[in-house]
């Protein structure tokens, strides 16, 4: 069978529940729930992924991050649409510029996967795409002030987008001199490992920025020889590989699975960044841990791994400089 290309993966993802529980032999028990759920925050996952999960198992922790749940519908106290108040922060379309020294640009409203606990899964993206008019105010906004040194590129997914559209708005930022660091978040090298190309890798690693990738991996059984692949071609471009996870209840709230993780990460070739607790968006509350046990759990970590394996325990809290560090 010809493989296919990462394009194709990202356009033929699984998008209904039906699809989804006959592709992993769940019950339809399970249907209800995720209709009710899917109604709220679409399904949305690529073949890569749902090939890592267990077949007939519903507690697979790759499973339980993506299949809707009737407890979204939910209203919990504190679980709002805009959790870190980006509203407050968004003085363009498709930018946004909350801490010092650095932006963050939505190049993309489109996920190749739809995480059930992702913070901005009510964000208004159809109002910050980013035409030729908004890039062009983004640029005036960036060559306007010095203090800015990092430019972050985000979504959705920024490598949803195409290479030839990123190839350009990366020329276009080379442009400004005081411009240092890139730094990419993503999440599609770990559901989609295909994106990661040889072209793209070269794209990505021949500015003249100090670029780093942080991927967005929670679970060891996310991690695979593929994206190992992934990550030695941003490597050999000279690309810094980090990660970030969410503590998640009942997918990676304990210790054995956060020792797992971090030591497969650095498997291949990745660093662990961040460990945060999760956002209070609206309808994803039963992810949610108290920050006492995430403390405990750090706690063991630190006990367990060398500190270069063990990822910073964080909360972001809105209006404050800087990630909120719990440990």
């Not at 709230?253 to 961040?274: K, R």
């Not at 209070?280 to 394996?309: N, S």
Request: glycine share 6%; charged share 20%.
């Amino acid at each position: 069978m010809e493989e296919r290309s990462w394009q194709q993966l990202l356009s033929h993802t699984v998008d209904t529940p039906q699809a989804l529980l006959e592709c992993l032999d769940l019950p339809n028990s399970l249907l209800e729930g995720a209709e009710t759920g899917s109604q709220l925050f679409p399904l949305k996952v690529p073949q890569p992924f749902i090939d890592k999960m267990e077949k007939g198992n519903p507690d697979d922790p790759l499973l339980k991050q993506v299949l809707p749940l009737a407890a979204e519908a939910a209203t919990v106290p504190g679980f709002v649409s805009d959790p870190l108040n980006e509203s407050e922060s968004n003085p363009l379309d498709g930018l946004i510029h909350k801490y010092n020294g650095r932006v963050l640009l939505i190049l993309s409203g489109a996920c190749a996967v739809n995480c059930r606990y992702c913070f901005r899964r009510e964000f208004p993206y159809s109002s910050n795409r980013l035409g030729s008019e908004q890039w062009d105010a983004i640029l005036n906004y960036l060559k306007a002030d010095h203090s800015i040194h990092e430019v972050i590129f985000s979504g959705g997914d920024p490598l949803a987008t195409s290479d030839t559209r990123l190839q350009r708005m990366l020329s276009d930022l080379e442009a400004i001199p005081h411009l240092r660091r890139l730094r990419i978040h993503t999440r599609l090298p770990v559901v989609i490992p295909q994106r990661i190309t040889t072209e793209l890798a070269s794209i990505l690693g021949g500015t003249r920025f100090q670029t780093a990738m942080v991927l967005h991996a929670n679970h060891p059984n996310e991690i695979d020889g593929l994206l190992g692949d992934a990550v030695n071609r941003l490597k050999q471009q000279g690309i810094t590989v980090l990660n970030q996870a969410v503590l998640l209840k009942g997918i990676n709230d304990d210790l054995n699975t956060l020792v797992a993780l971090s030591e497969s990460l650095f498997q291949y070739g990745i660093l662990p960044y961040y460990l945060f607790t999760l956002d209070p968006v609206k309808g994803a509350a039963h992810f949610d841990l108290p920050d006492e046990a995430a403390i405990q759990l750090h706690q063991q970590l630190q006990a367990k791994l060398p500190g270069y394996l063990v990822p910073k325990l964080a909360r972001e809290i809105p209006d404050r400089p800087s990630k909120t560090l719990l440990a």
